[in-house]
């Protein structure tokens, strides 16, 4: 063939560079899973887009106390003699998001409100991560028995309404804000935990790890080297996806009015808040609304683009 | 032959036999005690240097063979000596020295190389594991494995899914070699590749086997790959042994009813010969390993089979120097309308 393509030039530069490579070290650890990883996850725009926007809404969220009640004003306690004149404004230049009813700024309502929901993301979902990753494990592991248990308990916890359970639980723990973290963490485990288990099922049957047996590696090694990089894949990405859901949880226990109490806000509040103004006023709820909806959008779309960056199929590495 | 007997075998396998529960889960698989038979009996030994092949169709134990000889499963009875140790008895410890010296080749190479692992890692991974050499000498061990097996060093960064699937064999081929064991179980190692690729890996083997002084036990349904390469070969029925030879006795004068049906079934690539042969069908399916037939195993398929063969089991009796053969009626090719050409 006189002229390449340009796919076949694609691959001919990109072996070029990757033998410069192997040139220039030819040691092994030139390539690693994770290093690989995140080299396709810069190369995925609306992944990397979903990352700043999290980094971002966090930042703003942490120094929130540096700058924005200076600004815009205590998001708390309503200014009695102002609320007269600054109550249910329309998003304007002094107000970009509007002001509800006691005149408060919806903005540095919706920031410090960011600050319940991205920890309570966090917490709970490590909570259910740590509490179903063990509980996975020990099911795919020792299997028989243990499976059993594990997996009906799982069962039982599933087989409840959701969000009637979270209430439940909030209620039997007492009201206050760790609770509803723990609540809804402890929720979380058994679909992490039928997750986890089913990859380390089905790695645990795969030929490379006899070959690893056979070879008489540690049972250490075999976990650490062989079943666990291939099973953390599905974990990592369900975590990720997984805060969006919890912070959608503490949206609705909020809204129920189980979770963060006024006059302390976080975006579920503030869209019950803002329910009885839905004609009059929607920056209300439009703008928590806004707010939960594009973080949660980020972190499933971050999720997305982990799943992509670890697998080692996909091409462009 | 007598020479070989003088020799100490390297690997011998006495009287292994492996059962399955029938029935899996809580209740049925605790108090069920229907058990699949996988291997009955089973008993050989393998020399220094030499290719044993083992052969038979799928589901008669040949695998399961292997993978108890290798402690991937523990043989229900029966004990398995390397090197004179018993496999079965050895500490920890000494089952990591002895799985130094014994290494597995799988049949599907897709699956047997972690996909998350550089080809690199892949092949030093044992050295890693027995803590051969240092980090540097690993490197230049798999670059030069690599070469060996005929593919590029440069490639060490590489992973799995980038190569072929007769590539991706040689790479588990470079791999069991990596600590020059004395013995290779290959558990069907060609028979996920094409026929051409078959050749290509199956000679590598061989010259392997020259170069290291490797022995090999040769799993294979294919009698075709096996006579490629093999010293001697075992037949296996339902999971037991039914005729041992070196494979030149047993492809031209097979002793088994068995092993001469199979023998019919393998194509000659000349036409004419091909016209002559006759193809020895056997009636019915392989009967369920979960109860297999009373007496000899093969009888409820057997040609020639008369009343004995159904009461009484046949042992492997040695019908010559070197040549065993479990038949009541073991002669030379004892389906004698049929005449078989090789």
């Not at chain 1, 991560?129 to 028995?145: D, E, F, H, R």
């Not at chain 2, 070989?4 to 889960?25: D, I, M, T």
């Not at chain 2, 558990?187 to 010259?207: F, G």
């Not at chain 2, 000899?296 to 046949?314: D, L, M, S, V, Y």
């Amino acid at each position: 063939m006189l002229y390449p393509s340009p796919t076949q030039r694609l691959g001919m530069e990109a072996k070029a560079t990757s033998d410069a490579q192997d040139q220039s070290k030819s040691g092994l650890p030139s390539r690693t899973l994770w290093g690989d990883a995140w080299k396709r996850l810069r190369q995925n725009k609306l992944a990397i887009i979903a990352a700043i926007w999290i980094i971002f809404v966090a930042l703003v969220a942490i120094s929130a106390d540096l700058w924005a009640p200076q600004i815009l004003g205590s998001p708390t306690s309503a200014d009695t003699t102002a609320m007269a004149t600054s109550s249910l404004q329309p998003p304007s230049l002094e107000h970009p998001f509007g002001t509800d009813v006691t005149g408060r700024d919806i903005l540095v309502r919706v920031i410090y409100g960011a600050r319940i929901s991205l920890t309570i993301g966090l917490l709970a979902t490590a909570i259910s991560t740590a509490i179903g990753l063990v509980m996975g494990a020990l099911a795919a592991y020792y299997g028989g028995m243990f499976d059993t248990i594990i997996m009906r308990c799982a069962d039982i916890f599933l087989a409840f309404p959701y969000v009637l359970f979270v209430l439940c639980l909030i209620a039997a723990l007492g009201q206050s804000i760790t609770n509803v973290f723990v609540a809804i963490g402890i929720l979380g485990w058994p679909s992490i935990a039928r997750v986890f288990r089913s990859a380390i099922l089905s790695v645990k049957e795969n030929d490379y790890v006899d070959a690893a047996r056979s070879m008489g590696a540690s049972d250490f090694r075999i976990v650490a080297r062989h079943i666990f990089p291939n099973s953390v894949a599905s974990i990592v990405v369900y975590a990720t996806m997984n805060i969006g859901s919890a912070i959608l949880s503490e949206a609705a226990i909020s809204f129920l009015g189980m979770g963060v109490q006024p006059p302390n806000p976080s975006w579920g509040i503030m869209i019950q808040d803002g329910q009885a103004y839905l004609m009059t006023a929607p920056w209300l709820m439009i703008m928590p609304g806004l707010a939960i909806l594009t973080t949660v959008l980020a972190f499933t779309l971050l999720g997305d683009g982990l799943r992509d960056a670890l697998d080692v199929k996909m091409k462009d590495a | 032959m007598a020479e070989q007997n003088v020799r100490k075998p390297l690997l011998k396998v006495e009287h292994l036999s492996k059962e399955f529960p029938a029935e899996a889960g809580m209740i049925a698989g605790r108090f069920s005690k229907r058990v699949v038979s996988a291997v009955k009996d089973v008993s050989f030994e393998i020399y220094p240097g030499e290719t044993f092949g083992l052969v038979g169709e799928s589901g008669c134990g040949k695998s399961t063979t292997g993978r108890s000889i290798m402690r991937l499963t523990k043989p229900t009875e029966g004990s398995v000596f390397f090197d004179g140790q018993d496999v079965a008895k050895m500490s920890n410890r000494e089952l990591k020295d002895m799985r130094r010296n014994m290494q597995f080749i799988f049949q599907d190479p897709q699956a047997s190389l972690n996909p998350r692992m550089t080809i690199g890692e892949i092949i030093s991974e044992p050295m890693t594991i027995h803590n051969v050499g240092t980090k540097e000498e690993r490197i230049d061990r798999v670059r030069e494995l690599l070469d060996v097996v005929g593919l590029n060093p440069e490639h060490i960064n590489r992973y799995p899914h980038e190569f072929s699937g007769g590539q991706r064999q040689r790479i588990g081929i470079a791999r069991a070699f990596a600590l020059r064991p004395k013995l290779i179980i290959c558990d069907e190692p060609v028979s996920a590749l094409d026929v051409s690729i078959q050749a290509q890996v199956l000679n590598l083997l061989k010259d392997l086997q020259d170069k290291f002084g490797t022995a090999y036990l040769f799993i294979a349904h294919d009698l075709s790959v096996v006579q490629h390469i093999s010293d001697r070969v075992a037949v296996m029925y339902l999971g037991k042994i039914v005729e041992i030879s070196d494979w030149k006795t047993l492809y031209t004068e097979p002793h088994h009813p068995y092993t001469q049906s199979l023998l019919s079934a393998v194509p000659v690539p000349d036409p004419d010969v091909q016209k002559t042969r006759k193809r020895i069908i056997l009636p019915g399916d392989p009967p369920s390993p979960i109860d297999p037939p009373a007496g000899c195993r093969f009888h409820t398929r057997c040609p020639i089979a008369k009343e004995i063969c159904g009461n009484e089991e046949p042992k492997l009796c040695e019908v010559r120097p070197g040549h065993f053969c479990a038949c009541h009626y073991a002669t030379i090719n004892p389906i004698t309308e049929t005449s078989i050409e090789l």
